[in-house]
């Protein structure tokens, strides 16, 4: 069985083959230079905005939950990243250079792809869903520095705009939106208004404040009635000649009155009997009344705050963002790492360069020395010549040898760390 060789005939072994190993490590460091050198370098930049907190209260306006404003700040973050948008910005920066309807659709997913908005929270209450974060950042990553900051910050107007624009465009909606229904509402409460005046004219005798006036008239009728009869029945009894004559003629007369009497008295009856019907149809009406009136004062205080919204977004008292930091050009790429690529490259052909003089020395196992003579063989020799060797201007001894290896390798990590 073959013993583990000394680390004094590895050291042998590999300065036997200092070319082929100094070889393969010098070509794997160019390779990897090469290589470092071909990968295209991202950059990387961001511009920061800090959302300021309405200096007033936002429940003057109506808005005052936090969920109104991380439903806000979605809806911004979606039309700056909707496809739009991210053409008229390439369009805008001239991003595109000609480019057709494929290349296009390329570019805007190249762009959505490296932009990145983040949510800037306190780190304490990231635990809650319904925190509103404090700013946001843009982070662009680009091939170029200067195209990375140029996006960045048209991403950071865009939202400025974007925010001003939607808060406008939702307080004047708002705003339009109670006007349009005071109005409507009003002319309702007119219309109705005037259905009620119609409604008590047609039936002023069967309303519910009447009807104590109708009985009461009804009683009076009653009375009067009776009084007829009796009146009539008197005069009729015991008359002759002229006084029955003059009798006849006032019974007539008190018929007539008793006629009149009756009549108004199933006038009467008749509003009494549909007077529950009639009070249920104005209490009808007047519950419309009362709902459209009731809507009419919600209305109008929504409308209140609406308009008390409009001045405080005139007068910058609503939430703002304020420009923290604009995205700066980038002075060093965050990727790739070519000092990582240069290092690893060398350190694998130096591992694929002593793998290599391993196999020529175990194509080649040649007995060199006494020490491994007599570890293979287990025969000391008797003599050992030297190979003795001329002087040469480029024969250089062992430590020399030594020097220039540990010199080189050295030199290979400085250049690759530099």
């Known amino acids: 069985m073959e013993k583990i060789p000394s680390i004094n005939e590895l050291l042998s072994a590999f300065f036997r083959h200092i070319i082929v190993l100094a070889a393969v490590v010098v070509a794997g460091f160019v390779f990897s230079v090469f290589y470092a050198l071909g990968q295209p370098r991202l950059y990387q930049t961001q511009a920061v905005v800090q959302i300021e907190q309405p200096r007033l209260q936002e429940t003057l306006s109506g808005n005052a939950t936090a969920g109104s404003n991380l439903q806000r700040l979605q809806i911004i973050e979606q039309r700056l990243m909707a496809r739009d948008n991210l053409m008229s910005i390439i369009t805008k920066l001239n991003l595109a250079d000609g480019a057709d309807d494929g290349t296009m659709n390329e570019l805007v997913s190249a762009l959505r792809s490296s932009v990145r908005i983040e949510r800037i929270t306190d780190p304490t209450m990231r635990w809650r869903s319904d925190v509103s974060p404090s700013a946001l950042s843009f982070v662009v990553q680009d091939a170029d520095p200067e195209r990375a900051a140029l996006i960045a910050n048209e991403f950071l107007n865009n939202m400025l705009e974007q925010s001003r624009s939607s808060r406008a465009e939702r307080v004047n909606e708002t705003l339009e939106f109670f006007e349009s229904e005071e109005q409507r509402v009003g002319a309702a409460i007119?219309?109705?208004?005037?259905?009620?005046?119609?409604?008590?004219?047609?039936?002023?005798?069967?309303?519910?404040?009447?009807?104590?006036?109708?009985?009461?008239?009804?009683?009076?009728?009653?009375?009067?009635?009776?009084?007829?009869?009796?009146?009539?029945?008197?005069?009729?009894?015991?008359?002759?000649?002229?006084?029955?004559?003059?009798?006849?003629?006032?019974?007539?007369?008190?018929?007539?009155?008793?006629?009149?009497?009756?009549?108004?008295?199933?006038?009467?009856?008749?509003?009494?009997?549909?007077?529950?019907?009639?009070?249920k149809s104005f209490a009808s009406l007047n519950r419309q009344l009362q709902q459209l009136t009731d809507q009419f004062t919600i209305i109008t205080r929504n409308r209140s705050e609406a308009e008390m919204g409009q001045m405080m977004e005139n007068s910058s008292q609503t939430e703002s963002f304020l420009v923290l930091e604009t995205a700066l050009i980038p002075e060093h790429p965050i990727a790739p790492n070519r000092r990582k690529i240069v290092l690893a490259g060398t350190m694998l052909s130096a591992i694929i360069g002593l793998g290599l003089v391993l196999l020529l020395e175990l194509r080649n196992p040649v007995i060199r020395t006494a020490s491994q003579m007599e570890r293979q063989l287990g025969l000391r020799p008797v003599v050992s010549i030297p190979n003795i060797e001329k002087t040469r201007l480029f024969n250089l001894g062992k430590r020399t040898k030594i020097g220039i290896m540990v010199c080189g390798v050295l030199v290979l990590l400085a250049l690759a760390l530099s």
């Open 190 to 279: 007119a219309d109705m208004d005037a259905q009620i005046a119609e409604f008590k004219r047609n039936n002023a005798d069967a309303l519910p404040e009447s009807l104590l006036a109708q009985r009461t008239q009804l009683a009076n009728l009653e009375d009067a009635e009776l009084a007829i009869d009796r009146e009539m029945i008197e005069g009729a009894t015991g008359l002759r000649g002229d006084a029955a004559a003059r009798a006849a003629l006032r019974n007539e007369q008190l018929q007539e009155q008793k006629n009149l009497i009756q009549t108004r008295r199933a006038l009467i009856e008749a509003n009494i009997e549909r007077a529950p019907q009639v009070e």
